[in-house]
Structure formats: C-alpha cells, structure tokens
C-alpha cells in the first residue's frame, strides 16, 4: 500500500541553524501539507501546496518557514533559523483530491532545538 | 472554544470491551476525518465521514456524524490491547479550495488493558 515517507525520523539541531525535513508524498497525489505538533498539544496545520505554489498557510508558516517541491516526488519543509519553540514533531501529508478526500499521513520527523 | 474537540479526554477499558469517542467542532464542516495515533509515532487514517452522511462502518470501527449537533462519534468494538492510542477528530471545511486544511481536536488517550 502506498504510503507517506519522511527522512529524517530525528533531527537535533542548535538554534539558528537552518533545517530541512524531507517527506515523499504518495506519487499520484497532488496536493501536500505539512502539520506540527508540539509535545503534549494539538496537531496544528502549517502550509498547504498544490501546483507548485503555497494555497494556505498558517499564522505559524512566517518568514522562517519555506516549502519546496525540487523534483517530481519530494516535498521539503525548511526552516531558516531554528528556535527554541520550533521543537516539536513535523508531519507531511498528501490527498489525491482537496475537499473530496482522506489526508495521509508520514511517520513523522521529530525536531529537536537545543 | 476551538474547532475539533474530543471527549473524554481518555478512557481505560478491558480487552473486548467497547470503546466510544466524541469529538465536538465549532463551524460547518466538509469533511471529519478520525486518526489514531500511537504513542510518539505518525498519524494512521482510519475512517473519513462526509458531511451528508450519518454513518459509516470499517471493520470494527464505526464512526456517526451529527451535523444538527456539530458532534461526531467513534465506536470501536470488541477491543484489543493494540487498540491502545491517542485517537483525533479532524475536520476540513467548506469550501473545498485547493488543499483543504485539517484542524485537529486534542484527543482522546485509548487504554485497552489484556
């Protein structure tokens, strides 16, 4: 069964740095998210993309934040200077249809500021 | 008050009881969507309920939508130890623009005792 892939599982990085978490969506998907959630909280949407440009984002998604669809199967969240409050675990997902249908998930990548 | 709210907030039962979920949402809705959860992983989809249906079964799961009420249940029977997780309403609302956001309630913590 097809399903949602993100590398890296973990990432510890220092504040400032600049990361990037990868995912592959479902390949004949075309639209993606990407979802946090902090430690103990809700699930909390990011970003929205479709065609290859952002259709919504989030209060959270500032200046920092970026997504990228490089190549025909990667789908990368990067954040330019990483925070202290930017822990928390990063999910991808993908639906076929907007509206219409399910969301898949990833496993996820938990990202760890120190 | 937020969109997607689940009740109780956890529930400990034997194996092969029953176990029901309530999530409650604020605003009209397209879509409600249940996901479990296990404990520090991804997001599993489990049923997808469209906004002018009242029911539907998969499995052990069976999951109501009550659009007068703005509420939604999730029933799993006979339970199983591996039924253990965090399980989450999620709803996307109209109308269906190109990437329907999902927003997510806190959701309910599911021990099954053997």
């Known amino acids: 069964e097809p399903e949602v892939t993100q590398t890296p599982s973990h990432q510890v990085t220092q504040m400032g740095q600049e990361v990037i978490l990868r995912c592959v969506p479902i390949s004949n998907h075309l639209y993606f998210y990407w979802y946090r959630q902090i430690l103990g909280q809700k699930v909390e949407f990011l970003v929205s993309?479709?065609?290859?440009?952002?259709?919504?984002k989030s209060e959270i998604f500032d200046d920092q934040f970026s997504v990228e669809r490089p190549d025909g199967s990667n789908f990368t969240l990067k954040i330019r200077s990483t925070k202290l409050e930017d822990s928390a675990m990063y999910f991808c997902?993908?639906?076929?249809?907007?509206?219409?249908?399910?969301?898949?998930f990833g496993p996820g990548t938990r990202l760890t500021v120190t | 008050s937020q969109q997607g709210e689940e009740d109780p907030q956890a529930l400990s039962i034997q194996e092969g009881e029953n176990a029901t979920m309530n999530c409650s949402y604020k605003t009209s809705i397209n879509n409600l969507q249940w996901y479990r959860q296990n404990s520090g992983r991804g997001l599993v989809h489990l049923i997808l309920?469209?906004?002018?249906?009242r029911e539907k079964h998969s499995g052990r799961l069976r999951v109501t939508l009550d659009t007068s009420k703005k509420s939604s249940s999730l029933l799993i029977t006979a339970s199983r130890a591996a039924d253990t997780a965090s399980y989450f309403c999620a709803t996307d609302a109209f109308p269906g623009a190109a990437g329907n956001k999902l927003t997510f309630g806190g959701g309910t913590r599911v021990l099954v005792k053997p």
């Open positions: 993309f479709y065609n290859n440009e952002i259709s919504e």
């Open positions: 309920i469209r906004s002018n249906e």
């Open positions: 997902a993908s639906s076929e249809f907007p509206g219409v249908g399910e969301q898949y």
